[in-house]
DNA sequence: TCTGGGGTCCTAGGACCC
DNA sequence: TCTGGGGTCCTAGGACCC
């Protein structure tokens, strides 16, 4: 059997636990550059907050239902998952993070347990020692238990958050009752195509033919349909090493100067050699994307990204800020009013067992020099050391108006009680 | 004025090999 | 009228997830 954890309105949750006075009030999280909602409370969700909405359309509604609006702390929300992920781990020997706020666990050899009980035991260390609500689902399969989650969170009350399917009958009545586009790996796209074939639930999905499921939705689907059928094809998966890494970022205002995506540039290419770095790896190509506001149908567009291949593998700060640099070069055109950009590293090979080229190497030089750097930005704070080509006189700052404090990864955040 | 960020996997088609 | 058979590798694009 498979568990799947669920933290309910993840960062929502998050931002409650330390504003105890917020219980039962609606609350909003917003994305980078406070741009749209990107988490909602349950109230928040009643009064028909969608996900995704623009902060500036809202502005007027948050006011008028007194909805409580956070920009996004992610030091805080990586903190408390990490509690969470910690506390659910001592439930089972085999576990998979799925995401900041999900995760599987396997329950082999658990035969003699009370699943249903076990899970209620889950819950409740959960809640009581982080303040984080979860809602769980237990069933034979992936696909399953993450059905099972979904009613777990549905039906709160009559199910205490706690859904186990163990028995086929359970299994079709919970297929029959989610909709096909709510099922897990179906997405707006094969819901569409899958509706005008008369499939509106999934157990309707299960109901096709195999030959039909593999020919529209290819092995990933057929996976799925025999997922949901209760034979097991999904397993746990390994934590493997990032294929690519990524820093992008929108801006708040609009930058016209090469000078000004330089510097953007410059930073989010040393946050992605930090990155690798971390998982010691080394990138054999980077790609730079620059673009202007979509949503502005009013000014020229311009969009375009380049591919370079490097000349060796590294992870070296000053080289990859150097790469980027040039890449952006041949990319950047004067006269238009840019609004995002960002740096991407590909095509990864490990960093001890890098292959030497003949006439152009890396500089040997790099590799103490990053790791004294990264040593004292461990030490003293992210961004202590930098490059002179980045941000130095911190000019650059996101839209972060409504940021709570880092209660938990900052002393001088930590909560004060007054008695 | 203002609209997020970071990932994965699969497939088809083109270029190439013998 | 008729033009082989069997591979690999790479990339762009499309689908999906949180």
Same mark, same amino acid.
């Given at each position: 059997?498979?568990?799947?954890?669920?933290?309910?309105?993840?960062?929502?949750?998050?931002?409650?636990?330390?504003?105890?006075?917020?219980?039962?009030?609606?609350?909003?999280?917003?994305?980078? /550059?406070?741009?749209?909602?990107?988490?909602?409370?349950?109230?928040?969700?009643?009064?028909?907050?969608?996900?995704? @909405?623009?902060?500036?359309?809202?502005? %007027?509604?948050?006011?008028?239902?007194?909805?409580?609006?956070?920009?996004?702390?992610?030091?805080?929300?990586?903190?408390?998952?990490?509690?969470?992920?910690?506390?659910?781990?001592?439930?089972?020997?085999?576990?998979?993070?799925?995401?900041?706020?999900?995760?599987?666990?396997?329950?082999?050899?658990?035969?003699?347990?009370?699943?249903?009980?076990?899970?209620?035991?889950?819950? /409740?260390?959960?809640?009581?020692?982080?303040?984080?609500?979860?809602?769980?689902?237990?069933?034979?399969?992936?696909?399953?238990?993450?059905?099972?989650?979904?009613?777990?969170?549905?039906?709160?009350?009559?199910?205490?958050?706690?859904?186990?399917?163990?028995?086929?009958?359970?299994?079709?009545?919970?297929?029959?009752?989610?909709?096909?586009?709510?099922?897990?790996?179906?997405?707006?796209?094969?819901?569409?195509?899958?509706?005008?074939?008369?499939?509106?639930?999934?157990?309707?999905?299960?109901?096709?033919?195999?030959?039909?499921?593999?020919?529209?939705?290819?092995?990933?689907?057929?996976?799925?349909?025999?997922?949901?059928?209760?034979?097991?094809?999904?397993?746990?998966?390994?934590?493997?090493?990032?294929?690519?890494? @990524?820093?992008?970022?929108?801006?708040?205002?609009?930058?016209?100067?090469?000078?000004?995506?330089?510097?953007?540039?410059?930073?989010?290419?040393?946050?992605?050699?930090?990155?690798?770095?971390?998982?010691?790896?080394?990138?054999?190509?980077?790609?730079?994307?620059?673009?202007?506001?979509?949503?502005?149908?009013?000014?020229?567009?311009?969009?375009? /990204?380049?591919?370079?291949?490097?000349?060796?593998?590294?992870?070296?700060?000053?080289?990859?800020?150097?790469?980027?640099?040039?890449?952006?070069?041949?990319?950047?055109?004067?006269?238009? @009013?840019?609004?995002?950009?960002?740096?991407?590293?590909?095509?990864?090979?490990?960093?001890?067992?890098?292959?030497?080229?003949?006439?152009?190497?890396?500089?040997?030089?790099?590799?103490?020099?990053?790791?004294?750097?990264?040593?004292?930005?461990?030490?003293?704070?992210?961004?202590?050391?930098?490059?002179?080509? %980045?941000?130095?006189?911190?000019?650059?700052?996101?839209?972060?108006?409504?940021?709570?404090?880092?209660?938990?990864?900052?002393?001088?955040?930590?909560?004060?009680?007054?008695?």
């Amino acid at each position: 059997m498979f568990a799947l954890i669920d933290c309910n309105n993840f960062y929502a949750s998050c931002e409650r636990v330390f504003r105890p006075d917020l219980n039962g009030k609606p609350i909003v999280v917003l994305s980078n /550059n406070d741009g749209c909602v990107i988490a909602r409370s349950n109230e928040a969700k009643a009064i028909g907050i969608p996900m995704g @909405a623009a902060a500036f359309e809202y502005e %007027q509604m948050f006011i008028h239902n007194n909805v409580q609006v956070f920009s996004a702390n992610f030091a805080l929300y990586g903190d408390m998952s990490n509690r969470v992920m910690n506390l659910l781990a001592e439930y089972s020997p085999e576990m998979e993070i799925y995401s900041i706020d999900e995760c599987f666990l396997k329950l082999s050899g658990f035969d003699y347990y009370n699943l249903q009980t076990y899970g209620e035991q889950m819950r /409740n260390t959960v809640t009581k020692w982080t303040g984080i609500p979860i809602s769980i689902g237990i069933a034979p399969t992936k696909a399953l238990a993450k059905l099972a989650n979904r009613i777990a969170k549905k039906f709160p009350s009559r199910t205490q958050s706690v859904y186990t399917i163990d028995t086929d009958e359970k299994r079709i009545k919970a297929l029959k009752w989610l909709n096909i586009e709510d099922v897990w790996g179906i997405g707006r796209q094969h819901a569409k195509r899958l509706k005008t074939h008369g499939v509106h639930t999934a157990f309707d999905f299960t109901q096709l033919p195999d030959d039909w499921v593999a020919k529209h939705l290819a092995i990933v689907g057929l996976r799925l349909k025999h997922d949901l059928q209760g034979i097991p094809t999904l397993d746990l998966e390994e934590i493997q090493p990032k294929k690519n890494i @990524a820093t992008t970022r929108s801006f708040e205002t609009n930058y016209t100067e090469f000078e000004q995506l330089q510097e953007r540039i410059t930073t989010f290419a040393a946050s992605c050699a930090e990155k690798l770095r971390n998982q010691k790896s080394c990138c054999n190509s980077l790609m730079v994307f620059i673009h202007t506001n979509g949503h502005r149908k009013d000014l020229p567009q311009y969009s375009r /990204n380049i591919v370079l291949q490097l000349p060796f593998p590294t992870n070296s700060t000053l080289e990859l800020a150097g790469f980027a640099t040039q890449a952006l070069k041949r990319i950047f055109k004067q006269g238009y @009013a840019y609004k995002k950009a960002g740096v991407i590293v590909q095509d990864f090979a490990p960093e001890n067992t890098l292959q030497t080229k003949l006439f152009v190497s890396r500089n040997e030089k790099h590799l103490p020099l990053m790791q004294a750097m990264d040593k004292l930005n461990s030490a003293y704070g992210q961004q202590k050391v930098k490059l002179a080509s %980045q941000d130095l006189k911190r000019v650059w700052k996101m839209k972060q108006e409504k940021l709570s404090p880092r209660y938990t990864t900052k002393l001088s955040d930590i909560i004060t009680i007054n008695v």
